[in-house]
Structures are given as structure tokens and as C-alpha cells.
């Protein structure tokens, strides 16, 4: 009878053991349909995903337009990071946006998330695809083409938000003589502050807000 006590024993602190590495992993991982996402990007992507207005700050400070802001999960079977097709447009052109990319969120360390830049061919044929279930849905992956260097990269900003950026003078940009662009973000709950710059061979801006960036309220769309 000792003995099948201590077995039983040994048996509980196993499948203790067993029951506390399943609360840890699923901590780290989630699942989603056949996909395993790190929980830091799919946090990030919840922030990230939604519709955006800076109309309150254009209404104080006329330097900043009144623009929207659209970010859609796609490619939801995709095991490899979070895709997001991202709208941009004026208030006043809600139907010609002015940028269309896809962001392709991944885990570049332990602590470090990269939101890599996408472009694609003929983006006006899916404005107000954010819309739909599927945006793009005739686009795959391999029919992008990436911004090199133009890369955002985030860390962990508090308990509920991300702050980061591009790196250096990487991204090139020709927009109104411009060499190289760069991007400030921080993402929180409420929203997203997004502050894009242009700058010359002199490094000294010539497109972009001057003073800081914008400020995108999360709004329901």
C-alpha cells in the first residue's frame, strides 16, 4: 500500500508539473485557426487594427489635415507573423487614399517587434478594402514588393502600448526632393501617434509635420 501511495504521489507532481509548462506555453503562443502567433505580436496587431481619424487634432492646429486611417488583419492562415492592409486618405478623398501598404508584423528579438513596409501594383483598384472580410483576397504575399530600410521597429512601451521607429537614414524617399525618410510611431489603446519625415542630402526636412505627429484617434467605422 506504501508504494502505491508514492506512486500516486510522484504521478500528481508530474501532471502538476505537466499542467503549470501548458499555462506557461500558452502564455507565450496563441492559436488561431492553424496559425501560432506570439502573443506580443498579436497584442501589437490588436492595437494596430481599426479605423483612425485625426480630424480633433486638425480642428485645433490647422497645420495637420484631417486624415483617415485604416488597418485590416489579412492572410489570417499565415503562420508567419500578422499581415495588415493599411488605408490612408484624406478626409475630403475618403475614396482616392493617398498610401496603401501592407505592414507584416514579426518578432525581430526578444524584446523587439518589426513592422516591415509593403507596396503593390495598381493600389486604387482595392481603396475601401478595409471594408471587406478579405482585403486583397487577390493578392498574395509574393506580389509585394518591400520597402527596404523603411521597416518601424517597436518595443513594449508601458504596460498597453508600443513606441518605435524606422533606423537611421535607410529609407529612401525622392518625394519633393527628399533622400530619405524616416517614422516615429507610438501605438497605444487609444491610438496611434504617426509622424513621417522627409529630408534631404542636407538633412533637413523639406516634407512632413514639423512640429510633431499626427494624432489618429481609434474611432468606430
Not at 506504501?2 to 510522484?10: A, G, Q, T
Not at 507565450?28 to 496587431?45: F, K, M, P
Not at 521607429?165 to 491610438?191: H, P, Q
Amino acid at each position: 500500500m506504501k508504494n502505491l501511495k508514492s506512486v500516486k504521489i510522484i504521478f500528481a507532481v508530474i501532471l502538476f508539473v505537466i499542467t503549470l509548462t501548458a499555462g506557461a506555453n500558452a502564455q507565450v503562443i496563441i492559436e488561431e485557426g492553424n496559425s501560432r502567433i506570439d502573443d506580443g505580436i498579436a497584442c501589437l496587431a490588436d492595437l494596430m487594427e481599426g479605423s483612425f481619424s485625426s480630424q480633433e487634432q486638425s480642428l485645433k492646429d490647422t497645420n495637420y489635415f484631417d486624415i483617415r486611417l485604416h488597418m485590416k488583419r489579412i492572410w489570417k492562415n499565415r503562420t508567419d507573423g500578422i499581415w495588415l492592409y493599411v488605408e490612408q486618405a484624406s478626409a475630403l478623398k475618403i475614396d482616392k487614399p493617398y498610401r496603401q501598404r501592407v505592414y507584416h508584423l514579426t518578432k525581430a528579438d526578444d524584446n523587439t517587434f518589426e513592422s516591415a513596409v509593403f507596396t503593390f501594383e495598381n493600389p486604387l483598384n482595392y481603396a475601401g478594402d478595409w471594408k471587406k472580410d478579405e482585403p486583397l483576397a487577390g493578392l498574395k504575399p509574393d506580389m509585394l514588393s518591400r520597402r527596404d530600410g523603411c521597416s518601424v521597429f517597436l518595443k513594449k512601451n508601458g504596460e498597453d502600448g508600443f513606441s518605435g521607429s524606422t533606423l537611421g537614414t535607410s529609407c529612401e524617399s525622392d518625394l519633393r526632393g527628399a533622400k530619405y525618410a524616416t517614422s516615429e510611431v507610438v501605438i497605444t489603446k487609444d491610438g496611434i501617434v504617426s509622424w513621417d519625415r522627409g529630408f534631404n542630402e542636407k538633412n533637413k526636412q523639406v516634407w512632413g509635420a514639423e512640429t510633431g505627429g499626427y494624432i489618429f484617434k481609434r474611432v468606430n467605422e
